[in-house]
């Protein structure tokens, strides 16, 4: 299958190119369909999927718009960042070029310890209300991934045990405690969400952060 070129659809502007090499495409290529990673603007975390990497820069396609900044750092999933700088953006799609040239094979090469790789994760801290051992309570997001969270609570709780957590308004997910280590808890959601709702459903957590917590704690008041 071809590879997707990673040639800007639109260039934002020459000075974001001022220190690009004068044919960036000469750099190896692999093309990647189907690969979550996280990229961080600004400290907020954002679910894409790489579709096209070389050793020199990125095309990154999203679910929602994203900001604009000097810099991004894109979060793999193999225990390395990346600093990068945007060079082109499209509607759900933009150009990346790395700080330095990267190895690839960090990147494109399976686990070593033979398991699936992890679904990614993004350190979200959001107010959430939690329903378990027969409570309901005020509790806090650590992190949210499409299988699963880690949420930080005060409940006693066992492996095994079925929750309910409610992130945003009208939608609460099932799941079950996988591990305790006080005071937080993972869990597994019963039905994964979709790459695409988990996408929008932590954009918005961070967008409306400060919403989410009045209205978490006036809906626990009540």
């Not at 004068?22 to 679910?47: K, S, W, Y």
């Amino acid at each position: 299958m071809a590879n997707v070129p990673l040639d800007p659809p639109a260039r934002i502007s020459d000075r974001n190119l001022t220190h690009v090499s004068a044919d960036p495409r000469c750099a190896e290529r692999v093309t990647l369909m189907f690969r979550t990673a996280n990229l961080i603007a600004e400290g907020h975390q954002i679910l894409c999927i790489i579709r096209n990497i070389s050793q020199s820069g990125v095309r990154l396609e999203f679910f929602h718009p994203i900001a604009q900044t000097e810099r991004y750092i894109l979060d793999a999933g193999n225990g390395r960042c990346y600093g990068m700088t945007l060079v082109w953006i499209d509607r759900n799609s933009a150009g990346f070029q790395f700080d330095a040239a990267i190895n690839i094979t960090e990147i494109v090469k399976p686990p070593c310890s033979g398991y699936p790789r992890r679904p990614t994760r993004l350190a979200i801290r959001s107010a959430l209300l939690f329903h378990g051992g027969g409570r309901v309570q005020l509790a806090y997001l650590r992190d949210l991934s499409m299988a699963g969270a880690c949420v930080e609570t005060n409940l006693l709780l066992a492996e095994g045990d079925e929750v309910q957590i409610s992130l945003v308004e009208e939608q609460t997910l099932m799941a079950q405690v996988r591990w305790c280590r006080s005071p937080y808890i993972g869990v597994k959601f019963y039905q994964p969400m979709s790459l695409k709702d988990c996408a929008r459903l932590a954009n918005h957590l961070q967008i409306c952060n400060n919403n989410a917590v009045s209205c978490h704690a006036a809906a626990f008041r009540a």
